[in-house]
């Protein structure tokens, strides 16, 4: 879980480029007016999916993120049973008090985010991992096979 302990400005580290570039989409995505704000979703999102995934796939997107952001997805311990997508905006918006709606603004934003990063055939892998759900939160269509 993360912490609400907050850093002063003049005593936070600069971050790196790529999570400066990654917040940014996150920023524009959300339409967040500062990014601070968009730096938060970030990392209750992705502290959120740290608690979801695992094997391969939490450490073929563990490496192609930000460290930044490598350092929220992998210190979340994976929870042995996973959540499905609307169980997982729960969830965050329970730990946060935020309103469903918010969380699951803030939960499509940062995976718009991911999805870039991972690319097409990890995210691919990731929804194949995750319970049902969590392709409309990744901005893709539920596919269900036919009965």
């Not at 400005?9 to 967040?32: C, D, F, N, S, W």
């Amino acid at each position: 879980m993360i912490s609400d302990a907050r850093v002063p400005l003049e005593h936070q580290q600069p971050y790196g480029t790529a999570y400066e570039q990654m917040l940014e989409k996150v920023r524009y995505e959300g339409a967040y007016p500062t990014r601070e704000q968009a730096d938060e979703a970030v990392r209750l999102v992705l502290a959120g999916l740290g608690r979801q995934l695992t094997g391969d796939e939490r450490v073929d997107l563990a490496a192609c993120l930000p460290l930044e952001a490598t350092r929220v997805l992998t210190a979340q311990i994976p929870d042995p049973r996973p959540l499905t997508g609307w169980a997982f905006v729960k969830d965050l918006a329970a730990r946060t008090s935020a309103s469903l709606a918010t969380t699951r603004w803030d939960t499509g934003s940062v995976f718009s985010a991911l999805a870039a990063h991972a690319g097409p055939d990890l995210t691919t892998r990731i929804l194949g991992q995750l319970p049902t759900g969590y392709a409309l939160l990744f901005g893709r269509a539920e596919l269900s096979p036919a009965a």
